[in-house]
Nanobody
Framework: QVQLVESGGGLVQAGGSLRLSCAAS????????MGWFRQAPGKEREFVAG????????YYVDSVKGRFTISRDNAKNTVYLQMNRLKVEDTAVYYC????????????????WGQGTAVTVSS
């Protein structure tokens, strides 16, 4: 069983930066693919970024390419999402998730979820 806790969300002006962290407990993340998702009010949860267990494969949704960077530190059991040049449309609750078997872009592939951290980008 993996417990995930996100942190680092907050209020930031458009153009600013935030760094989200996802700390895991209960199990090592070494064998898990990790993903970041977000859900804006009234919208479905969407994939933002994903990283394989060893960091060799990384995926991003097109809307964040060049602005967001996903990384992981398996020694610290932590995954990060560096978000730069934030836009108003990035406003959402951000969730990290762990997939035991496969790195993918769909919600159903992920086995464990955190509670989310809210990101609000003001204009």
């Amino acid at each position: 069983q993996v417990q995930l806790v996100e942190s680092g969300g907050g209020l930031v002006q458009a153009g600013g930066s935030l760094r989200l962290s996802c700390a895991a407990s209960g199990s090592t993340l070494t064998t898990y693919a990790m993903g970041w998702f977000r859900q804006a009010p009234g919208k479905e949860r969407e994939f933002v970024a994903g990283i394989s267990w060893n960091g060799c494969r990384i995926y991003y949704v097109d809307s964040v390419k060049g602005r967001f960077t996903i990384s992981r530190d398996n020694a610290k059991n932590t995954v990060y999402l560096q978000m730069n040049r934030l836009k108003v449309e990035d406003t959402a609750v951000y969730y990290c998730a762990a997939s035991e078997f496969i790195l993918g872009r769909t919600v159903s592939l992920y086995d464990y979820w955190g509670q989310g951290t809210a990101v609000t980008v003001s204009s």
